[in-house]
């Protein structure tokens, strides 16, 4: 493991250029085991000796938990991640009796910034355009790190970290030790699943093969007979196919996961329906009454259990509906995996209102209100963990 030098004038890492700390392997320490760099200041971060990139320390100390997100361009990924990770920290606790905290907020600064943006603005009571609270996800940028190794240069898409334990209150308490997880959650730019999109200096879509569990996020109102059945028509929108990029990410993971050509994913494959807000009234009749959790007691404590089979009951009516509008999306994903299942979502609620002048969705930030957001990510959990969400109902093997 490599150390980040702290002293200013230690700049120009190799891997990383000029403006980046010095990575470095110790030789000096301090009596309380801190590292010491050439300008004789302590050292606490750590990098990959591999990479140079900045880990956190409790990378060492759990294990990895990947879990991907992806979909075509402006089917509301971000908007979905950054409100599911803000009820998750907001409900996690009380609710599930864990603890969901960022495993470095250096590393979820964007994140951070995405919730702030939605859930804590100070422009909360004011029509804000929905497109200027959260920026696109791009292709380059902050969201990915540029590492030389020699005459190459390569492109690492940064995931954002979080570390879920649990509480001192938890029925497995006692195996918090073992239970314990880094949440790595990976958000890639729709154009990252163009054909020839991921190299071997690019390859920014690779941890789906290492993915626990994989999210792809489909975009109803992108879908004109979707947007036909739902009486959508007046409102404007960028209408696309969305299948190719399940397909490609399909297509990658047998590539790097040594599946053959027919072969199936063993792990899960949540599709995540967006903006539910707008068309679940028309082709569903809404959402089920409350979500899909259940009381559960434990030592007198009241703490919330996730029902499975709630959620696959929900998932069996959509697909239903799904597969009269949009059969291709339905062909795709049971093409791809062996368990698949379709979880609506509402990342702001139903106060988006759509601007005369410009055509623009717009809502006060103050009036956000998320529904079943955390339910794909429960469920993930859930079927690829054993111990850290209690779940009601008949038990079946982890993934």
């Known amino acids: ?6 002293h200013i ?25 801190e590292a010491i760099d050439a300008k004789g200041f302590p050292c606490l971060r750590l990098a990959c000796p591999n990479c ?7 990378s060492l100390e759990m294990p990895a938990h990947f879990l991907s997100i992806f979909g075509a361009p402006g089917s509301g990924k971000s908007y979905y991640l950054a409100s599911m990770t803000w009820e998750m920290r907001r409900r996690v606790g009380e609710e599930f009796r864990l603890a969901f905290n960022d495993a470095d907020p250096e590393m979820n600064q964007h994140l951070n910034e995405y919730e702030e943006a939605l859930f804590v603005n100070s422009r909360g009571a004011e029509s804000i355009p929905l497109g200027d609270l959260i920026r696109k996800t791009e292709t380059q940028g902050d969201l990915y790190a540029s590492v ?8 690492y898409a940064r995931p954002f970290l979080f570390t879920l334990q649990p509480r001192n209150d938890h029925p497995q308490a006692k195996q918090a030790e073992n239970l314990a997880r880094v949440i790595c959650l990976y958000d890639n730019a729709g154009e990252s699943f163009q054909p020839g999109a991921d190299t071997a200096a690019n390859p920014v879509t690779r941890h789906l093969a290492r993915s626990r569990a994989l999210m792809f996020v ?11 059945a739902a009486s959508l028509m007046d409102k404007p929108r960028v209408l696309s196919r969305q299948e190719p990029v399940l397909q490609e990410a ?11 050509s027919r072969g199936q994913h063993d792990r899960p494959l949540i599709v995540v329906l967006t903006k539910a807000d707008q068309w679940i009234e028309p082709i569903l009749g809404g959402f089920p009454e409350g979500e899909p959790l259940r009381t559960v007691v434990h030592n007198e404590r009241r703490m919330n259990g996730i029902d499975l089979n709630a959620i696959e009951q929900f998932s069996a009516k959509v697909r239903e509906q799904l597969l009269k509008i949009s059969p291709e999306i339905i062909a795709a994903a049971e093409s791809f995996c062996k368990e698949v299942i379709y979880i609506p979502t509402s990342a702001v609620g139903s106060h988006v209102v ?8 717009r809502i006060r930030p103050a009036e ?13 959990l859930a079927r690829t963990t054993k111990g850290l969400v209690p779940i009601v109902g008949p038990r079946r093997r982890s993934l």
């Open 354 to 361: 759509v601007d005369p002048e410009t055509g623009l969705d």
């Open 368 to 380: 956000t209100a998320p529904q079943w957001v955390t339910v794909p990510m429960f469920y993930a």
């Open 52 to 58: 140079h990139l900045q880990i956190p320390r409790a």
């Open 148 to 155: 030389n190794f020699g005459n190459q240069n390569v492109i």
């Open 1 to 6: 493991m490599l150390f980040v030098s702290e």
């Open 218 to 228: 489909f975009d109803p109102l992108q879908d004109v007979r979707f947007r036909q």
């Open 250 to 260: 399909a297509s990658r993971v047998r590539r790097y996961a040594g599946l053959s």
């Open 9 to 33: 004038d230690l700049l120009g890492d190799s891997k990383l250029g000029s403006d980046q700390p010095i990575r470095f392997r110790p030789t000096r320490f301090t009596v309380q085991g």
